[in-house]
């Protein structure tokens, strides 16, 4: 064979290689596709929108996830089908593996007209007015009557005014929800609810360097503005939890390997242990984050990170809540 038929050889071969990778590609996104359903609810009157994702050969009982997206975010930015890059989307993968339900419920619009939750800031005038909790809660009911849900195993992951809304459900939806998840988030340092009174897990997941979300609290924002309101510090916040769960006062300690030396800094997760009703409370300290969900795939742009500072790619945010959620049940 000459030369010129080698080459020749060699290229129809790498392109049906890259054919045959991309149709395969596709067909993966296919199947994401065929079982990821948008869908709408009405919920005192008002048109709620949601993604729910139902993987294939379901248990007889299967886990409920929701997970509430950041202040200004649609649903199609958390799935990944707005083309963004979305630590959000590996949820359904996790789904497929460990047979659980992940819904990606939306907010109503706020102040600047995108998508927010109602989630307790007093001080704050720019989210929705909405009743998001009654929202949710009709949501777990009528999901529940439509899929093989297990009410024992139903978690909220929540980032940013989406962490700062699952604490609020933390309390309200305590007969409901087994544990919950806040990243890049806190408590409301003037609060317009009532206190939370009830034990449940909590796992808090921040950032160092926050610039929107400060880690030692004070005004929410980059630059920080009055009109987002304020929060308590995030080791104010994991000292309210512990306290109000009962559990161990020194936390366990771990380190995670530093994968990616250029990110910023390393995670620390200190895990608080036996609280009431065996509940726990676990944060992870993201030294040098900014105000974004770890990823070790799903990695953000350098435009993104010069406006929210550094992501931090250690760790995996779903694999790490998933974990957390997975052996919580109702009590």
Known sequence: MTSYYKILYNLLIISLLISLT???KKERDDKTEQRLFKKTIVIDGLTRRYAIYIPKNLNPENPLIFELHGGGIYIEDMTGESGHK??????MELADTEKFIVVYPEGLNGAYGKPTWND???????????????FIDSLIDYLSAEYPIDMQRIYVSGTSNGGFMALRLANELHNKIAAVAAVVASMPAVSSC???????SVLMMNGTNDNHMPYNGGTIGNPPNPANGTALSTPDAIDFWVHLNQTDTIPQTYTFPDLD????GIVQKYTYTNGIHQTEVILYKINGGGHSAPSIRERYSRLFEQYFNKQNHDIEMTTEVWQFFKNKRLY
């Open 22 to 24: 991309a149709c395969h």
């Open 194 to 200: 009532p206190p939370p009174q009830h034990p449940i």
């Open 120 to 134: 307790c800031r007093a001080d704050c005038s720019v989210t929705s007015s909405a009743d998001d909790v009654h």
């Open 261 to 264: 030396p250029d990110d910023g």
């Open 86 to 91: 979305t630590p959000y989307k590996l949820w």
